[in-house]
């Protein structure tokens, strides 16, 4: 070619459009930094990572493939984005619920930074605004970790009320700390949950008062939500339930009487699980296992599960004989899939 051809050519070539040069693939290829999704549920709140993952292959990372002072993408390719289906707490600064572009802001010295935009569609920080911004943290990163050749994120630190979101590639991790009010949300997703198909029957209302009482939080309301469960349809669960509140205010009467009701009322499958819970701890009561276990085979005479809670309450009380006896008795009633159970507890009995 004729070199007094080539600057002709050049400028030729720059008119061409971009999307002319760089045309998407025909069919998809591998890509050398993979995309990857992480997610993390805390109470009713999903929190979705999604980026891309690019290796270190040998270079050196912080400062030269990745510059200080400059914003940083996160990860490749696309612009990392997180998400929140409820509102957060990021490094105590608050977070509405949303989806984010994720950026960091890597420091030679101190802390870095760490940058959430309403923008979360560009092609990583080439287009970076910073009027964009919706919440900005300083976390310094750690350094001297085990080596994380392909870049990642994670959650750690995972509790009832949030965890911390840690960032790793080389010898450097980054991490910044989520909060989020659970109670506040789940109370709000029961509240909103029993007023449709829940409200009809007792399951909705049993659920929430029992989530409210094991968690200590809206025991007020959880009340009314178990005596609406109970009213729909009493039975060994709610009852029960009741019972074990009522007994805590000092209610002694009526817990006694809501048991004996819930007993009345319960399954050979339940019975059998409640004197399970009777024979363990530190001070088993056998006796209250064994006549709980006699009178749900008076009701129901072909309940497998009874005859097993008996043969174990006989076992842990040491008289084999009458133990034998209900195994026995069990395993001629036993459904099949659960015979290989039975059987195994019999082969301890001495």
């Known amino acids: ?69 400059q914003v940083w993408r996160a990860g490749a390719n696309e612009i990392t984005s997180i ?25 030679k010295e101190g802390a870095w930074e760490v940058i959430f935009s309403s923008n979360a569609t560009d092609w990583g920080s080439y287009n970076y605004r910073e009027e964009e911004d919706v919440q900005r943290i300083s976390v310094t990163p750690t350094t001297g970790n085990p080596f994380q050749e392909w870049m990642s994120f994670s959650f750690g630190e995972l509790g009832k009320e949030g965890a911390t979101v840690d960032m790793k590639w080389g010898e450097l991790k980054l991490s910044f700390k989520l909060s989020i009010e659970v109670d506040k949300h789940i109370l709000a997703q029961f509240r909103k949950d029993l007023r449709t198909h829940a409200f009809f029957s007792w399951q909705g209302f049993y659920q929430a008062a029992r989530y409210c009482f094991n968690e200590g939080i809206n025991e007020e309301e959880a009340m009314q939500w178990l005596e609406t469960s109970i009213s729909r349809e009493a039975n060994y669960s709610n009852l029960m339930l009741r019972s074990q509140q009522m007994e805590k205010k000092g209610m002694i009467e009526e817990a006694k009487g809501d048991y004996e009701r819930a007993i009345s009322l319960a399954s050979s499958k339940e019975i059998y699980y409640l004197s399970r819970r009777l024979l363990g701890g530190e001070n088993p009561n056998i006796d209250q296992a ?51 159970r039975v059987e195994a507890q019999y082969a301890t009995l001495k």
């Open 1 to 69: 070619m004729n070199k007094h051809h080539l600057p002709l050519l050049l400028a030729f070539i720059l008119l061409i459009p971009l999307g002319l040069i760089a045309q998407k693939d025909a069919i998809p290829v591998p890509r050398r930094s993979p995309a990857a999704t992480v997610t993390q549920t805390i109470g009713f709140t999903d929190i979705t990572i999604s980026y891309h993952r690019p290796a270190a292959k040998g270079r050196v990372i912080w400062g030269n493939l990745v510059p200080y002072e």
């Open 83 to 107: 998400s929140f289906k409820h509102e957060v707490r990021v490094e105590g600064k608050l977070l509405p619920a949303g989806t984010y572009g994720l950026h960091i802001l890597p420091h």
């Open 290 to 340: 064994i006549e709980i276990s006699e009178k749900a085979i008076d009701r129901d005479p072909e309940g497998w599960w009874a005859y097993f809670g008996l043969a174990t309450a006989y076992q842990k009380k040491g008289e084999t004989a009458k133990a034998k006896e209900f195994f026995e008795k069990t395993l001629s009633k036993v459904s099949p899939d659960y015979k290989y």
